[in-house]
């Protein structure tokens, strides 16, 4: 009965050995594999995306909006609401850091408060540390919606 006390004590610190290497195996193995399997597929980005209604930004306003599951914004600087030309929509997000930038109407000038960034409204560097332009992206109004799309090269 004795004896029979004891295997059951060494099967059981068998038994807890295994399942504390399985653990140390799977912990180490789970990033591992994860590095080496490819990730799933994304959504493909999409070439355009209603930004805002015609009629929703005063002038001197602007808006962020997501485009291809990133910020973007888009700034009203004409008179006209139904033009175009009165729109200029870029990416959002900072060269430098990818902060999420805004537009300060006082100075005309898309800003990053990170690190005092400045952009002007075709998305090339004025000062600050960002290394390069921000993208830009075309404007269309069509149906009161102010449309923007990735320019083809
Ligand atoms: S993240 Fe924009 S200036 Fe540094």
């Given amino acids: 009965m004795a004896k029979k006390k ?11 050995l295994i399942l504390s290497g399985a653990g140390v195996v799977g912990a180490a193995g789970y990033p591992v594999a994860k590095f080496i399997l490819p990730p799933e597929q994304s959504e493909p980005d999409n070439l355009s ?10 002038k001197g306003e602007y808006r962020i909006f997501e485009f291809n599951r990133k910020p973007a914004i888009v700034v009203r600087t004409g008179a006209d609401a139904n033009a175009p030309e ?4 870029l990416s959002a997000v900072c060269t430098h850091l990818q902060c999420t930038v805004q537009y300060r109407q006082e100075i005309g000038h898309i800003y990053c408060a990170c690190h005092n960034g400045h952009f002007n409204l075709q998305g090339k560097v004025l000062s600050g540390p ?24």
């Fill in 49 to 58: 995306t209603t930004a805002i209604n015609v009629g929703e930004l005063a």
């Fill in 6 to 16: 004891a295997m059951s004590r060494r099967s059981f610190l068998d038994n807890l």
């Fill in 86 to 89: 009165s729109y200029h929509a």
């Fill in 130 to 153: 960002p290394p390069k332009p921000l993208p830009t992206y075309k404007v269309d109004i069509r149906n009161e919606k102010v449309i923007v799309s990735v320019e083809s090269a």
